[in-house]
T-cell receptor
Framework: KAGVTQTPRYLIKTRGQQVTLSCSPI?????VSWYQQTPGQGLQFLFE???????NKGNFPGRFSGRQFSNSRSEMNVSTLELGDSALYLC?????????????FGPGTRLTVL | AQTVTQSQPEMSVQEAETVTLSCTYD???????LFWYKQPPSRQMILVIR??????QNATENRFSVNFQKAAKSFSLKISDSQLGDAAMYFC??????????FGQGTRLTINP
């Protein structure tokens, strides 16, 4: 079974631009979660989608948004990029959105904002 | 809000020896799950071990085991017979019900040959 894939793997943008990151979960998984990883703040939860509905949301400004499609693929969008948005963005998928289901992580997208 | 604390930013151990990584957490819930994740330099986060709070028996996965002290809200990871491939960032994480995963700040583990 193919693992979680994220595209692109690396991205360079300038302040004020917007960016869209993509995550394809493991086949059959319906839950997708997004995390931001930075040296200063560590791993922080952005949001979780299950069956095309946002189930949980972290404490991020409205510039961060996401969606999930009927095939469970998910996209994350960041508008009006700021320097502080530079981070590794990780996507994780699981079969359901309840605790016993293990989350499988993708390799991440490294976003650099100049 | 739940918090997870890893007090050791860095640890090192000689190959083949045993090392213990510490983790404490804060919660008022009685039913939750705790995890240890490994993130090697390749950046792919991998689940190492999972502990259900309602289980008194400590989880074990091959060379990896935990010491779960529910009353003390402590969840340490012991790695036996350390191998070079164990070098990575290790994250302790907490999840209650259908809520988000809450991660600690991580411990960078170095294995000395």
């Amino acid at each position: 079974k193919a693992g979680v894939t994220q595209t692109p793997r690396y991205l360079i943008k300038t302040r004020g631009q917007q960016v869209t990151l993509s995550c394809s979960p493991i086949s059959g998984h319906r839950s997708v979660s997004w995390y931001q990883q930075t040296p200063g703040q560590g791993l922080q939860f952005l949001f979780e989608y299950f069956s095309e509905t946002q189930r949980n949301k972290g404490n991020f400004p409205g510039r961060f948004s996401g969606r999930q499609f009927s095939n469970s693929r998910s996209e994350m969008n960041v508008s009006t990029l700021e320097l502080g948005d530079s981070a590794l963005y990780l996507c994780a998928s699981s079969a359901g959105h309840l605790t016993p289901n293990e989350q499988f992580f993708g390799p991440g997208t490294r976003l650099t904002v100049l | 809000a739940q918090t997870v604390t890893q007090s050791q930013p860095e640890m090192s151990v000689q190959e083949a020896e045993t090392v213990t990584l510490s983790c404490t957490y804060d919660t008022s819930e009685s039913d939750y799950y705790l995890f240890w994740y490994k993130q090697p330099p390749s950046r792919q986060m991998i689940l190492v071990i999972r502990q259900e709070a309602y289980k008194q028996q400590n989880a074990t996965e091959n060379r990896f085991s935990v010491n779960f002290q529910k009353a003390a809200k402590s969840f340490s990871l012991k790695i036996s017979d350390s191998q070079l491939g164990d070098a990575a960032m290790y994250f302790c994480a907490y999840r209650q019900g259908a809520q988000k995963l809450v991660f600690g700040q991580g411990t960078r583990l170095t294995i000395n040959p």
